[in-house]
């Protein structure tokens, strides 16, 4: 039943971009990052492919990809802002979030802060949920959409260009780029632990 699920949400993904084009990409992304789970790799991976066909312009697809990233996380935002924790967790159940999606994109805001909405951009799951707790704390907009467009920008550019290099055989790396999601958490990890250090090290120098 899953296997079916996921199958309908990728030709749903599928046939948004091939019937709006460059709109189709903007509603699919921004439909994602207003916590509904549709599948961001298909979409810019396919928008990519689209290209390269000659059906849709690459740049136009990126920034399509962006721009719905960018207002679907202010949806969500604001769902967080004023609706709190309670009013996410009531009707989340219909979107197929639940509490241990938000307790883990709240965990990742609580611990890293605003930074975690840049780096959560390329993360599984934490990317769709984490403008929820970036709202329930209420962090600064402003910051908020820096952030996130600075998030969106190498990702979606990366899968843009993957669709294009590949073309026609787009479809194959589809079931790659979920390790390739992890791939990306493994080297912001590294980068937030490289960080610590650093700042630990600065503490400890100055504490002699």
């Known amino acids: 039943m899953l296997h079916t699920l996921i199958q309908s949400l990728q030709d749903f993904t599928m046939w948004l971009v091939d019937s709006l084009g460059h709109w189709g990409i903007f509603l699919g992304m921004l439909i994602e990052s207003v916590c509904i789970p549709l599948p961001s790799e298909v979409i810019m991976l396919f928008g990519g492919f689209m290209a390269e066909a000659g059906k849709l312009n690459f ?47 709240e965990l990742w805001f609580g611990r890293y802060g605003a930074r975690a909405v840049f780096f959560g951009r390329v993360l599984p799951v934490i ?32 899968l843009t260009w993957l669709g294009y290099s590949l073309g026609s055989n787009w479809s194959v790396v589809e079931k790659y780029t979920r390790p390739i999601s992890y791939l990306m958490l493994a080297l912001v990890i590294a980068i937030v632990v490289y960080l610590a250090y650093k700042v630990w090290n600065k503490r400890a120098r100055n504490a002699k």
């Open 59 to 105: 740049w136009l697809v990126v920034f399509a990809g962006i721009s719905g990233n960018l207002v679907g996380s202010l949806i969500a935002y604001y769902i967080g802002k004023f609706g709190g924790r309670a009013l996410v967790l009531k009707f989340g159940k219909y979107i197929f979030l639940n509490v241990k999606h938000l307790d883990k994109a």
């Open 127 to 158: 990317r769709t949920f984490i403008s929820l707790p970036a709202g329930i704390a209420k962090m600064n907009v402003w910051k908020f959409i820096i952030y996130t467009i600075l998030g969106c920008i190498p990702w979606n550019i990366f």
